[in-house]
């Protein structure tokens, strides 16, 4: 058996879809985006248990992210922002100690001292 000339045909006729493509059914999953940078994760967390690891993680992340161009960079800018906010939170509060503890011995050093001696 010859073929006409021109392209092969196929082995059976087929026949277009009815109704066009079908969407997904009920428990498909939906296309997945590049995945959340780690460290970034890392960073957010550790912001609020010991922020200089939040700080230090945070910096990495933004490195990575913008090598890899994974997600993530919100919650990284997010640890680092958080941990900053602690760091200048800490500095604050240790200069006011440390003034405080100067005003009190100023104050307690101009009160009068009673002598053990009566002096009338």
């Known amino acids: 058996m010859s073929q006409p000339p021109g392209p092969p045909l196929p082995p059976y006729a087929t026949h277009p879809a009815p109704y066009g493509p079908?969407?997904?059914?009920?428990?498909?999953?939906?296309?997945?985006g590049p995945p959340t940078n780690t460290m970034a994760i890392v960073s957010l967390v550790a912001a609020f248990v010991f922020f200089p690891a939040g700080l230090i993680c945070g910096f990495i992340a933004r490195s990575q992210i913008k090598k890899t161009g994974e997600q993530g960079a919100g919650l990284a800018l997010a640890?680092?922002?958080i941990s900053i906010c602690q760091l200048v939170i800490l500095i604050v509060a240790f200069g006011f100690f440390i003034f405080a503890f100067l005003a009190i011995?100023?104050?307690v050093?101009?009160?009068?001292?009673?002598?053990?001696?009566?002096?009338s």
Request: net charge neutral.
């Open 105 to 107: 011995g100023t104050a």
């Open 79 to 81: 640890g680092i922002i």
């Open 109 to 119: 050093s101009h009160f009068p001292t009673p002598s053990p001696f009566p002096t």
């Open 22 to 32: 079908q969407p997904p059914q009920y428990g498909g999953y939906p296309p997945q």
